[in-house]
């Protein structure tokens, strides 16, 4: 027993001290692309209500780089409005990085128009503001400067008094036992199994590193995409209420977009149409359902 102990308090401090880093950044990195992409949409949503538009289907937002994030603006749209509207969205999702914003031409990538956010705080404001601009498609691009690395230790300074308790107490053990561990020699079932993977069909879910294997593919999800996935996991064959997925997924955004389900539910359909045990079928009017089924 004292053995077991001190492999589980040695694997537990390392597990802390070498994993906490690598997890927070991953879902600092998700969380902000989410942040974005809402505000582009809410950017992209207030142009087009400024053109009498309120109909029209606004454009996926795409994350074509680590920073950098673009959605269609189809039309003339109020060029002379973006700056501040484009400011105001960023205000009211927390995000604060400097960034650059270009306007290119869907046909072929030229630039058209673009500025920095420090323009906004100049006397003369945003270049080209008020220059007039035939009817076509356009792209907004926005690329946002990379993040600055945090301080070391900052608000985990935690880690370090924890994890020295975790190692004294594992070297008591060690010390007690009167012998050395040999980490070659750990019996695998003496260890608890700390994966939750999630099978269905031909395919599995590997919650934890948003992860989808199907059949021979691998898909890294977003957070997103990861938590719906999940949920209809967990309900497998079962019909879910609309409103029940917003609540369940999308309940802590504090904006929903209402076509999020249809578009998550849209990407994860794809990733899965090699697997032909499962199916994510809409109920009409009421929701959807993953059917899985044993056999073909």
Excluded at 59 to 76: M, Y
Excluded at 149 to 172: E, H, M, R, S
Excluded at 204 to 224: A, C, E, K, Q, W
Excluded at 239 to 246: A, N, P, S, T
């Amino acid at each position: 027993m004292t053995r077991i102990l001190a492999i589980l308090v040695i694997a537990v401090f390392l597990n802390v001290f070498f994993g906490y880093k690598k997890a927070t950044g991953n879902n600092d990195s998700i969380r902000f692309s989410e942040k974005v992409n809402l505000a582009l949409r809410r950017t992209a949503h207030h142009l087009l209500v400024l053109n009498g538009d309120s109909t029209s289907m606004i454009s996926p937002v795409q994350q074509t780089g680590a920073d950098a994030f673009t959605v269609k603006l189809n039309g003339v749209f109020a060029y002379d409005k973006l700056p501040s509207l484009l400011q105001q969205s960023l205000d009211l999702h927390g995000i604060t990085r400097a960034y650059d914003v270009s306007i290119l031409k869907c046909t072929n990538g030229e630039l058209q128009l673009g500025y920095n956010f420090l323009d906004l705080k100049q006397k003369g404001g945003v270049p080209c503001a008020n220059r007039t601009r035939e009817p076509d498609c356009y792209t907004l691009k926005v690329s946002f400067s990379p993040e600055s690395p945090k301080t070391a230790g900052g608000g985990n300074w935690w880690i370090l008094p924890f994890g020295g308790i975790l190692a004294g107490l594992g070297y008591l053990v060690w010390k007690k036992n009167g012998k050395d561990i040999s980490f070659e020699k750990i019996n695998q079932a003496e260890i608890p199994e700390t994966d939750q993977k999630n099978q269905f069909g031909n395919s599995v879910l590997d919650m934890p590193n948003l992860i989808l294997i199907s059949g021979d593919s691998s898909f890294n999800l977003t957070y997103r995409e990861a938590k719906l996935l999940n949920l209809f996991v967990g309900n497998k064959n079962q019909v879910l209420e609309r409103d029940f997925i917003l609540k369940s997924v999308w309940e802590d955004e504090g904006i929903i977009v209402g076509r999020s389900v249809d578009v998550f539910v849209s990407r994860l359909r794809k990733m899965l149409h090699n697997d032909s045990m499962v199916k994510i079928a809409a109920v009409h009017g009421v929701g959807y359902r993953m059917e899985v089924n044993p056999t073909n």
